[in-house]
């Protein structure tokens, strides 16, 4: 008896001591914040039916919604909780199930992320079909001209959000039987297009990124602004973005490259 009682107490002590990395009176404890982000997103209808997920990067710990539960009725104690450099969980809820996300979580942390939201919005689901149709499967997203872009980081280590007249590119990669097999081509569209914040999963939904919590939110919210906006202008068949020139085509490749061209280049072939 006294052997059983032992094994329950330091199993309780266990449990307690994991249970103080998501219990907190703060609002702004990551356990908190998801718990009330994926309450908006349900209402937005952005995490329907147990879909998407979230989640946040605070210092060395790695916390993400579990997989299979109502959104809006998340609660603290259902987080996990995962050591970013082990890859190890730190808390593990025993009724529940790790997020199918958390591979492509971790790619957007290796990129410097604070936080990661994924939901199933329609009209990121919709603007995948678009381009498939129109542009076929290779093309990415693209959009400007519209106020909303302001709301999107201009890239990775670069200051300042897009503007007005900058074009916006988001890459689209194709859907898969099971979340955790996107991890390989989301890499790549993250290695292809690294000034990338988000990326499109055909018939789908969207991944997106930002430094932090309320960066993630805000590019969460302006792209789906913009996709919905998108689907809009598609009805009433107005082009998303100016057809590129042979010049423009020549710049997007020229910025690509680290070729050094010769003294007077431009003005020798655009005078």
Not at 32 to 37: A, D, G, K, V, W
Not at 117 to 134: C, P, Y
Not at 167 to 195: M, S, V, W
Request: with cysteine; aromatic share 10%.
């Amino acid at each position: 008896m006294a052997a059983e009682s032992f094994e329950e107490d330091a199993s309780s002590s266990v449990a307690a001591k994991e249970d103080e990395l998501v219990i907190s009176d703060s609002a702004q404890h990551p356990a908190n914040l998801i718990c009330e982000l994926c309450r908006k997103f349900y209402n937005w209808g952005w995490v329907t039916g147990t879909g998407g997920g979230t989640s946040i990067r605070h210092g060395d710990h790695i916390f993400i919604a579990p997989s299979g539960v109502q959104k809006e009725m998340m609660q603290p104690r259902d987080i996990f909780v995962m050591d970013f450099h082990t890859r190890n969980y730190l808390r593990r809820p025993p009724s529940l199930k790790p997020s199918a996300c958390t591979p492509l979580f971790l790619a957007a942390y290796d990129q410097g992320a604070g936080c990661c939201i994924h939901t199933h919005s329609q009209w990121a689901v919709l603007v995948t079909l678009l381009v498939e149709r129109d542009l076929g499967k290779d093309a990415c997203f693209e959009i400007e001209c519209i106020e909303q872009i302001k709301g999107v980081p201009k890239g990775k280590g670069k200051q300042g959000n897009l503007g007005y007249y900058d074009r916006l590119r988001i890459p689209i990669i194709e859907n898969t039987a099971h979340e955790e097999d996107l991890k390989d081509t989301l890499e790549g569209a993250i290695k292809k297009y690294p000034d990338a914040y988000a990326v499109l999963v055909r018939r789908h939904g969207i991944y997106i990124w930002g430094d932090n919590v309320v960066k993630a939110k805000t590019l969460c919210e302006s792209l789906d602004y913009i996709f919905q906006l998108a689907v809009e202008m598609r009805k009433q068949k107005l082009l998303w973005a100016k057809p590129q020139t042979t010049w423009g085509k020549f710049q997007a490749w020229f910025e690509s490259t680290t070729t050094t061209l010769p003294s007077g280049y431009h003005t020798q072939l655009y005078p």
